[in-house]
């Protein structure tokens, strides 16, 4: 069972950036596919961008399509975030999260494990 921690959360202006990192321990995080999702206060827990076990292709939300970016890091056995031109609707708590598939999906029914999250708050 892989475990993770997310990191790099806080508080920021609305146009700010952030960059949020996952670090993951035992499993085998090279083969398996990495998402992350957020949950807005008071709403559901929702997806937000995911990526190829290689790294080689990312799949995104429509509302953070050209803003968020995925990444990865194999050797460090780290997942990467960067989110940019920050609004007030991106106020959440991030989680990171593995897949047992190699391609991306936005289906949290896929993902096995998961982060504790780290807060995200945009202000005006």
């Known amino acids: 069972q892989v475990q993770l921690v997310e990191s790099g959360g806080g508080l920021v202006q609305a146009g700010g950036s952030l960059r949020l990192s996952c670090t993951a321990s035992?499993?085998?995080?090279?083969?398996?596919?990495m998402g992350w999702f957020r949950q807005p206060p008071g709403k559901e827990r929702e997806f937000v961008a995911a990526?190829?076990?290689?790294?080689?292709?990312?799949t995104y939300a429509d509302s953070v399509k050209g803003q968020f970016t995925i990444s990865r890091d194999n050797a460090k056995s780290t997942a990467y975030l960067r989110m940019n031109s920050l609004k007030l609707e991106d106020t959440a708590v991030y989680y990171c999260?593995?897949?047992?598939?190699?391609?991306?999906?936005?289906?949290?029914?896929?993902?096995?494990?998961w982060g504790q999250g780290t807060q995200v708050t945009v202000s005006s």
């Open positions: 035992g499993g085998t995080f090279s083969n398996i596919a």
């Open positions: 999260a593995t897949s047992r598939r190699i391609y991306p999906t936005a289906r949290p029914a896929d993902y096995t494990s």
């Open positions: 990526i190829h076990w290689s790294g080689y292709s990312t």
